[in-house]
């Protein structure tokens, strides 16, 4: 079974500062999918950034990169020119890339963002 | 473009009583439906997913149901609700052939959902 975990419960980072949000994953597939979603106060998920296992590069996504080490099975986001509406609950989730597998996600790490 | 909506957005119930909650996406068909719970101060959990009208699988053994009568409606229900049945119930589709593959799961605005 796969597992996803989040070791930060909560950070904070003042505005325009950079936040890297910490990730790691156990998983026996060589071939996965990675997401970052994010859960702002309106409770809405959303999708922020998703990378690819068999992809080396890094995604990136304007001031939202990753950092994706797979031999460490790490996976963490990083946060570039904070902005206040940065605030939120961001998850980490993992998927298999077939079959009907479980979308396993971290607990989260809650991200203040303060002026 | 597509949308997908939940409601009731909050719920209060007793202990023992029926629940119902309704999921329904717009402009888009045969899509990949997913109920997930969202417990206080941890993530979220997959409680069912569903690939067509009719076809339902559950990922957790529990005091709650999926059911999908239309193909872009799914329901939540339960007979008779638990204290610990309380919590932020997200509803979510994807496109593809199986339900994790290479798309994005799209979520709904969720229901809160208090038992007393």
């Known amino acids: 079974a796969q597992t996803v975990t989040q070791s930060q419960p909560e950070m904070s980072v003042q505005e325009a500062e950079t936040v890297t949000l910490s990730c790691t994953y156990d998983?026996?597939?060589?071939?996965?999918?990675l997401f970052w979603y994010k859960q702002p106060p309106s409770r809405q998920m959303i999708l922020v950034i998703r990378q690819e296992a068999y992809k080396q590069q890094n995604a990136t996504e304007n001031r939202f990169s990753v950092n994706f080490q797979k031999a460490a099975k790490s996976f963490s986001l990083k946060i570039s020119d904070s902005q206040l509406g940065d605030t939120a609950m961001y998850f980490c989730?993992?998927?298999?890339?077939?079959?009907?597998?479980?979308?396993?996600f971290g607990k989260g790490t809650m991200l203040l963002v303060s002026p | 473009s597509q949308t997908i909506h939940q409601w009731p957005a909050t719920l209060v119930q007793p202990v023992g009583s029926p629940l119902s909650l309704e999921c329904t996406v717009e402009?888009?068909?045969?899509?990949?439906l997913y109920w997930y719970r969202q417990a206080a101060g941890r993530g979220l959990q997959l409680l069912f997913y569903?690939?067509?009208?009719?076809?339902i699988s559950s990922e957790v053994p529990q005091n709650l149901s999926a059911s999908r009568p239309q193909d872009r409606q799914f329901i939540l229900s339960s007979k008779k609700l638990l204290l610990s049945d309380s919590g932020f119930y997200l509803c979510a589709w994807s496109v593809g052939v199986t339900p994790f593959s290479y798309n994005e799961q799209f979520f709904g605005p969720g229901t809160r959902l208090t038992v007393l």
């Open positions: 998983t026996s597939e060589n071939n996965y999918y």
């Open positions: 569903s690939v067509g009208i009719g076809q």
């Open positions: 402009g888009t068909s045969n899509p990949n």
């Open positions: 989730a993992f998927v298999p890339p077939s079959g009907y597998s479980t979308l396993t």
